[in-house]
């Protein structure tokens, strides 16, 4: 969960999580759908997914002993070389070094490091295992990254009191401020997308989607293609009927990691007994806030009332 989101976030769903599913025999036996919608809210679902992967991988290939070795961690299902190196020191005590964001900025401080880390990940890595303890490995790493979190921060690190302020080449230059160097990020590119919310009586129809792709396995409001940008003209060709549409004033704007996704919602009735897919049904307003409807999702039922 704290993977790209903070701890003030992240703090109830854990709380939540963990009451309702307190081992891994319990996550793994869990139906997806059910893990997915505890999610809701926190975004970047392919996580969600990839614990609970993660957890049925453990209980029924590994007699649920979970592994130790960083090697043996990477094999898993969502974990890459920062969590696996994390997971082995913190929670086994093996000497391992988990490069985060704040021991970048650390690294590159110390070496006086010319050029971003992101384009210099190679030379990050082999600098920092060159601190590598043996002596109390779990504890090293998670005091290096507080060191990073609370003292040596992106901007006015406190170095007075850096206890390793001997050593950093950026301070012994008066050159903390310019570390680490700074990559340009281009800006993220806008898509325009259309939600449609169509009400019968007193439900509503969502559309679950495929275990894959921004809202991977989770129900929404049937939309047009988030792969792509869609004119406002051809928006209706994704209505999942052909019926009269009321376009709904303003659009919502939500970010997604890789690009901005500008919504326009579009709203009606029926009382016809449409022919759905198998991954469409009906669900009733009373039912709608416990499907774990994804934030931008929750943006449209308030645009249109349903959340009230």
């Known amino acids: 969960m704290l993977q790209q989101t903070t ?6 769903y854990y709380q939540n999580f963990i009451a309702r599913w307190p081992s891994l025999r319990h996550l793994a036996q869990a139906p997806l759908e059910e893990v997915l919608a505890a999610w809701a809210g926190l975004g970047y679902y392919a996580r969600a997914r990839n614990l609970h992967a993660c957890a049925c991988q453990i209980y029924e ?4 002993s979970f592994p130790k070795s960083e090697d043996e961690l990477r ?3 969502g974990i890459g070389p920062y969590t696996a190196a994390a997971i082995s020191a913190i929670a086994f005590d093996n000497p391992c070094i988990a490069v985060d964001g704040n021991v970048e900025r650390i690294i590159a401080r110390l070496h006086t490091i010319d050029t971003p880390p992101k384009k210099n990940k190679a030379l990050i890595i082999e600098k920092s295992q ?6 109390r490995p779990g504890d090293f790493v998670q005091a290096l990254m507080d060191l990073g979190s609370i003292i040596c921060t992106p901007k006015n690190p406190q170095c007075t009191i850096c206890p390793i302020k001997n050593y950093c080449s950026a301070f012994q230059q008066n050159k903390t401020h310019l570390y680490p160097r700074k990559e340009i990020k281009p800006k993220k590119p806008k898509r325009q ?3 449609f919310i169509l009400k019968r009586d007193r439900n509503i129809l969502i559309q679950k989607q495929p275990n894959h792709g921004i809202f991977g396995g989770m129900f929404i409001f049937p939309t047009s293609p988030f792969k792509q940008d869609t004119k406002p003209e ?7 009927c052909k019926i009269k549409w009321r376009k709904l004033d303003g659009l919502i704007k939500h970010i997604f990691t890789h690009f901005v996704c500008e919504s326009h919602v579009f709203i009606a009735s029926t009382r016809s007994d449409l022919k759905l897919d198998l991954d469409k049904k009906w669900i009733s307003l009373e039912d709608l806030p416990k499907t774990g409807l994804p934030t931008l999702m929750k943006k449209a039922a308030e645009k249109a009332n349903l959340l009230s």
């Open 7 to 12: 701890v003030a976030t992240v703090t109830a």
């Open 61 to 64: 290939h590994n007699q649920g």
């Open 234 to 240: 051809e928006m209706l060709n994704y209505a999942p």
């Open 130 to 135: 060159l601190l590598v303890s043996s002596t």
């Open 193 to 195: 997308t259309a939600i």
């Open 75 to 77: 094999l898993l299902p």
